[in-house]
Structure formats: structure tokens, C-alpha cells
């Protein structure tokens, strides 16, 4: 066991976890924050998606000691019902969920992508590295390629996203 502070979507959490406990499972299992999905376990789904300060990651592919005192933000530390995230209310009205088990990783990794843009962080399909990233479709697809969605909304997360930068959908 092993005594681990995380400030999780702004509050500071001290826990006691077996050094083998990952982040999502501390997250689900210890702090009862089960927005947050456990669909492969393996970081091949996004539905674990998480920002940890700032940057997403797959909370199923790291153990929770390793983030000691880290900035966990959760798709409950973005927004509430009646005080939505731009983001969240982007999905909303966009329709950019169905089922709705992959929508929370799916969030919190367009929230954290936009940031990446913002910063100039190219991917494999941004076209001319010296130049600011265009915000196109591809762009957010390539960008999104690790969070999948089985029933097929991708369209729609596209629009939500595209929204939320500030280009018409």
C-alpha cells in the first residue's frame, strides 16, 4: 500500500492504494467518480480518457502513484447539469453521443485537443509543420483517432468540436 494526493478536478485527494491500482481504477473504485469508462483496458478504446495537468491520457495505462499531487480533471470536474461545459453542451446539441459509454473520454479529449491546437502541437496530419495547425475535419479526426465510438457518431463529435473552436459546424 502506498499513500498518494491527487487534486482531482480541484480538490485534493489523499488516498491509501496498492501501488498497482491505476488511475482510472482509483478514480472509479476509490473516489466514486465513475463518469470516467473502463471499456478495453488497454488504452486501445479512449473511453478512460481523463487530463491530467492539462494534457489526456488513458487513466487505464497509468498507475495512480505515479501522479502524486498531479491536476486530475474528470468529465465531472468539467461541468454539471445546469452549468454544462462549452464542450459538453456542444454534444448536446450536436448529438455527438448515442449509447453515451464512450461520450465522457470522448469530452475530456476534445477539451484537451483544442489546448493542444492552441499550443501549435502538429499531429500526422497537420500539413505544414511551420505553420499554425488548421482546424479542419481531418485534423480533429486524426487528433481523435484513439477515442473510438461504436455506434458511429463521428460526424457529429466532429461538429461539436468545430463548434466549440469557434468555426461554424
Known amino acids: 500500500m502506498s499513500k ?14 496498492d501501488t ?5 481504477d482509483a478514480l472509479r473504485e476509490h473516489l ?7 471499456g478495453c483496458d488497454h488504452g486501445q478504446c479512449g473511453a478512460c480518457t ?6 489526456r ?6 498507475l495512480a502513484v505515479m501522479h502524486e499531487g498531479d491536476a486530475v480533471t474528470t468529465i465531472e470536474g468539467l461541468g454539471q447539469p445546469g ?14 453521443y448515442q449509447c453515451g459509454y464512450c461520450t465522457p473520454g470522448q469530452i475530456c479529449a476534445s477539451v484537451a ?5 492552441k499550443a501549435g502541437v502538429p499531429s500526422h496530419a497537420t500539413a505544414d509543420l511551420t505553420a499554425p ?3 479542419t475535419a481531418e485534423e480533429i479526426r486524426e487528433r481523435m483517432s484513439g477515442n473510438i465510438c461504436r455506434c458511429g457518431a463521428y460526424s457529429n463529435i466532429v461538429d461539436a468540436i468545430t463548434e466549440v473552436a469557434g468555426r461554424p459546424a
Not at 452549468?83 to 455527438?96: E, I, R, S, T
Not at 485537443?113 to 491546437?117: A, F, K, N, T, V
Open 32 to 38: 466514486q467518480l465513475t463518469g470516467s469508462k473502463k
Open 50 to 55: 481523463v487530463m491530467v495537468e492539462g494534457r
Open 113 to 117: 485537443m483544442l489546448e493542444e491546437i
Open 83 to 96: 452549468n454544462l461545459h462549452p464542450m459538453q453542451a456542444a454534444f448536446v446539441k450536436h448529438d455527438g
Open 133 to 135: 495547425s488548421q482546424l
Open 20 to 24: 498497482r491500482t491505476t488511475l482510472l
Open 4 to 17: 498518494v494526493s491527487l487534486r482531482v478536478n480541484g480538490e485534493v485527494r489523499n488516498l491509501e492504494l
Open 57 to 62: 491520457i488513458y487513466s487505464c495505462l497509468t
